[in-house]
Each structure stands twice: as C-alpha cells, then as structure tokens.
C-alpha cells in the first residue's frame, strides 16, 4: 500500500485533468469582433476613372463591418517568414509581416507584371479564423485576381482550401472565382477563416486597376493554437 497514491490523490488528479476546462480551437465560437491596428489615413484626391461594375464592391471610405473571432486569437503571422513566386523589385519579403502597413512607398513590396503569390509560413499548423490584406492601399485601386488559400502543404499541391477567389475570368488559371473586387482601404479586407487548419497561407494578384505591377504591404493571420 505504501506505493499506491492515496485515494483522495487519485480523484484530486482526475478532477484536475477531466474538469479543468480547456480551450480547444474545435470549441471557439467568434464572439468578439477582431480588433486590428490600421495604419493612419491619407488624403488621396478625388479617384478617377474608378472600377465600377457589379463585380466590385463599392467604394466606401468607412470602416468595415465588426468581424467576430474567438476569444483569444493572435496574428500569428507577425514576424513569420515570407516566400514569394517571384523576388520584390522593391522592399523585402520580410516586410509583408513586419506590422507596418502605412501608405508610404518604404511600407510597399513590389513584383513585377503577370500573376504572382506571396506566402506566409506560420510555422505550425493552426485554426485559422480570420486573415487580414492590405495589398496597397497608397493609391484608390482594385487589385485583380486576389486569390487566397490556405494549406499545410508548402506546394500548395493538396489539401488547399480556398478562402477567397475574385478572378472570375480564370485568367490566372487558379479557377474561376466568384468573389468580388474591393477597393484598396487603410481598413485592410477581412477573410474569414472558419477555424481552418493550416500552417501556410498564400495570396495571389495579377496587377490593379491602376498598374500591371503587384504589390503588398501586410498579411495578418488571426489564429488559435490547433492543440
Ligand atoms: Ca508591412
Ligand atoms: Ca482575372
């Protein structure tokens, strides 16, 4: 008997490990709205020759609506290691998650023409809840063929899940999507990511309504842990 746990240790033990609540990402539910830290805002003219269509959200300098995540969600893409299909011309990869998203020319990432991605290696796999974009919000355009998936394989090969398609031409050749277009805001857009696992995040464009070129200021990624 001496090498047995008294009785009351063993049902202190089990009320500890079968009672103490613990969070799972299975179990978040998205009760309070994301809170994001926007770069300031900057006077930019009155826009000309706007995109218009019913395949483009309209303009609106409000702020977007309350997107609401589970309680205790992170950017879990801050400071986390950037590839991309192509190298900046200007800027540096590392800038797409170093948290500066002002409407400066040093806060911008620039690629060239034709479609090209950018990805985020969180370095674990987690439950995605929400992504925030700011591709360029320097100037009022649309980006074209924004595309957004998700994986936990770095090729992109299987297991993808595609969060966000606008290219409804397929000229990327991603597939078609049926998204809309929005304008470039200081709000960033807002992709939800329904509790998802992954670890890579990647996004396409093919230029803007103002320039062949592609470019990118920051990737948020709002996760829990997927313990
Ligand atoms: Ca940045
Ligand atoms: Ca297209």
Redesign the pocket.
Known sequence: MQNEWPIFLLIATAAVVFVTPRVRAEDAKPTEPLVLRLPAATLKGTPEDLPTGTNVEPLSDSPRPAFPVPKGVKNVAAGKKVTSSVNPFAGELSQITDGKKEAFDDDAVEMKKGTHWVQVDLGETVAVYAIALWHDHRYIQVM??VVLMMSDDPEFKSRVTTVFNN??????GLGVGTDREYFEMRFGKIFDGKGVKARYVRGYT?GSSLSALNCWQEIEVYALLAK
Do not use: A, G, K, Q
Not at 167 to 172: L, P, Q
């Open positions: 074209h063929d290219d409804t031409d397929n000229s990327s093919r």
